[in-house]
Nanobody, 116 residues
Protein backbone atom coordinates (compact mmCIF):
# COMPACT_ATOMS: atom_id res chain seq x y z
CA UNK A 1 0.00 0.00 0.00
CA UNK A 2 1.37 3.38 -0.98
CA UNK A 3 1.97 5.65 1.99
CA UNK A 4 2.96 9.25 2.34
CA UNK A 5 6.21 10.06 4.16
CA UNK A 6 6.02 12.69 6.90
CA UNK A 7 8.81 14.43 8.79
CA UNK A 8 9.43 17.43 11.02
CA UNK A 9 7.54 16.65 14.20
CA UNK A 10 9.07 16.93 17.64
CA UNK A 11 9.08 18.71 20.96
CA UNK A 12 8.95 22.50 21.07
CA UNK A 13 8.30 25.13 23.70
CA UNK A 14 5.15 27.19 23.57
CA UNK A 15 5.56 30.11 21.21
CA UNK A 16 8.08 28.30 19.04
CA UNK A 17 7.87 27.15 15.42
CA UNK A 18 7.89 23.78 13.69
CA UNK A 19 7.70 22.86 10.03
CA UNK A 20 6.16 19.61 8.87
CA UNK A 21 6.80 18.03 5.49
CA UNK A 22 4.94 15.29 3.66
CA UNK A 23 6.16 13.71 0.45
CA UNK A 24 3.97 11.67 -1.86
CA UNK A 25 5.80 8.91 -3.75
CA UNK A 26 6.21 9.47 -7.45
CA UNK A 27 3.66 6.81 -8.32
CA UNK A 28 0.99 9.03 -6.74
CA UNK A 29 0.11 11.34 -9.58
CA UNK A 30 -2.51 13.97 -10.34
CA UNK A 31 -2.81 15.12 -6.75
CA UNK A 32 -5.73 17.43 -6.15
CA UNK A 33 -6.10 18.38 -2.53
CA UNK A 34 -3.28 18.04 0.00
CA UNK A 35 -3.87 18.65 3.65
CA UNK A 36 -2.96 18.21 7.29
CA UNK A 37 -5.06 16.72 10.04
CA UNK A 38 -4.36 16.12 13.70
CA UNK A 39 -5.57 13.90 16.49
CA UNK A 40 -5.02 14.64 20.14
CA UNK A 41 -5.37 11.92 22.81
CA UNK A 42 -9.01 11.13 23.45
CA UNK A 43 -10.22 13.34 20.60
CA UNK A 44 -11.36 12.79 17.05
CA UNK A 45 -9.12 13.54 14.11
CA UNK A 46 -9.73 17.07 12.87
CA UNK A 47 -8.71 19.05 9.82
CA UNK A 48 -5.94 21.59 10.33
CA UNK A 49 -5.40 22.96 6.83
CA UNK A 50 -6.02 21.99 3.22
CA UNK A 51 -4.71 23.27 -0.09
CA UNK A 52 -6.09 22.48 -3.52
CA UNK A 53 -4.11 22.25 -6.73
CA UNK A 54 -5.71 25.56 -7.69
CA UNK A 55 -4.30 27.27 -4.63
CA UNK A 56 -7.40 27.49 -2.44
CA UNK A 57 -6.69 27.11 1.25
CA UNK A 58 -8.81 26.26 4.23
CA UNK A 59 -7.72 26.51 7.87
CA UNK A 60 -9.22 25.47 11.16
CA UNK A 61 -10.22 28.54 13.16
CA UNK A 62 -7.86 27.52 15.94
CA UNK A 63 -4.78 27.81 13.70
CA UNK A 64 -5.65 30.76 11.46
CA UNK A 65 -2.91 33.36 11.49
CA UNK A 66 -0.41 30.94 13.01
CA UNK A 67 -0.14 28.03 10.54
CA UNK A 68 0.58 28.18 6.82
CA UNK A 69 0.13 25.34 4.35
CA UNK A 70 2.07 25.25 1.10
CA UNK A 71 3.02 22.72 -1.56
CA UNK A 72 5.73 21.99 -4.08
CA UNK A 73 3.96 20.38 -7.01
CA UNK A 74 7.22 19.43 -8.72
CA UNK A 75 8.19 17.35 -5.70
CA UNK A 76 4.66 16.26 -4.76
CA UNK A 77 5.27 17.61 -1.27
CA UNK A 78 3.09 19.53 1.14
CA UNK A 79 4.36 21.60 4.07
CA UNK A 80 2.85 22.98 7.25
CA UNK A 81 4.65 25.91 8.85
CA UNK A 82 3.47 26.21 12.43
CA UNK A 83 4.30 29.36 14.36
CA UNK A 84 3.33 30.57 17.83
CA UNK A 85 2.63 27.01 18.90
CA UNK A 86 0.41 26.40 21.92
CA UNK A 87 0.17 23.39 24.24
CA UNK A 88 -3.26 22.69 22.76
CA UNK A 89 -1.60 22.10 19.39
CA UNK A 90 -0.09 18.93 20.82
CA UNK A 91 -1.26 16.00 18.71
CA UNK A 92 -0.27 13.47 16.10
CA UNK A 93 -0.32 15.24 12.75
CA UNK A 94 -1.27 13.36 9.58
CA UNK A 95 -1.01 14.45 5.99
CA UNK A 96 -3.60 13.45 3.44
CA UNK A 97 -3.55 13.52 -0.32
CA UNK A 98 -6.57 13.17 -2.57
CA UNK A 99 -6.04 12.61 -6.28
CA UNK A 100 -8.33 13.46 -9.15
CA UNK A 101 -9.37 9.81 -9.63
CA UNK A 102 -10.21 10.13 -6.67
CA UNK A 103 -7.95 8.11 -4.40
CA UNK A 104 -7.01 9.01 -0.84
CA UNK A 105 -3.64 8.47 0.82
CA UNK A 106 -2.57 9.09 4.42
CA UNK A 107 0.78 9.53 6.11
CA UNK A 108 1.85 7.49 9.11
CA UNK A 109 1.56 10.45 11.48
CA UNK A 110 4.17 12.55 13.24
CA UNK A 111 4.02 13.60 16.88
CA UNK A 112 4.04 17.28 17.75
CA UNK A 113 4.39 18.11 21.44
CA UNK A 114 4.25 21.68 22.70
CA UNK A 115 5.44 22.24 26.25
CA UNK A 116 4.18 25.12 28.37
Amino acid sequence: QVQLVESGGGLVQAGGPLRLSCAAPGRISSTNTMGWYRQAPGKQREVVATLTSGGSTNYANSVKGRFTISRDNNKNTVFLQMNSLKPEDTAVYYCKVVTYVPLTYWGQGTQVTVSS
